[in-house]
């Protein structure tokens, strides 16, 4: 009977493991960015919109003012389409972490099927995108 020697795989890469950390954190900072802006425009626009007759002579920049954090706000949040940017971010880290697991635990998962995952899971994290749609 023939000894099946396997041989013992090599470790996963620094730089793999370290894009797997930084989609994570980078997913983290985006979903927070993308509540507290969400927060902020829905909260300045209520402002606004129920406080707008209580605003009067000397207090009226106030009111300026909300309703200029209320559109900064709701812009940041459509012009780079942060919801979008939230959900790529994600699935790239759970491209990673998945195929970061497969390689560490499944003896068929080769290391080129590893940084294929790696490329792969890059296009789907992207770049920055301006949404021009008005």
């Excluded at 998945?98 to 770049?127: C, H």
């Amino acid at each position: 009977m023939d000894a099946v020697v396997q041989r013992e795989k090599e470790p996963v890469p620094d730089e793999i493991l370290k894009a797997g950390e930084i989609y994570y954190r980078l997913g983290v900072l985006i979903q927070a960015l993308l509540v507290l802006l969400g927060i902020i425009a829905s909260v300045a626009s209520l402002v606004v919109a129920t406080f707008s007759e209580s605003f009067t002579g000397d207090d009226k920049w106030m009111l300026k003012a909300f309703a200029f954090v209320a559109a900064l706000a709701s812009g940041l949040l459509t012009t780079f389409s942060l919801s979008k940017k939230n959900q790529e971010t994600w699935a790239a880290w759970r491209m990673m972490n998945a195929a970061i697991l497969r390689y560490q635990y499944d003896p068929s998962f080769t290391r080129i099927q590893l940084v294929d995952t790696w490329e792969r899971a890059e296009k789907t994290l992207g770049n920055a995108t301006i949404n021009e749609k008005t």
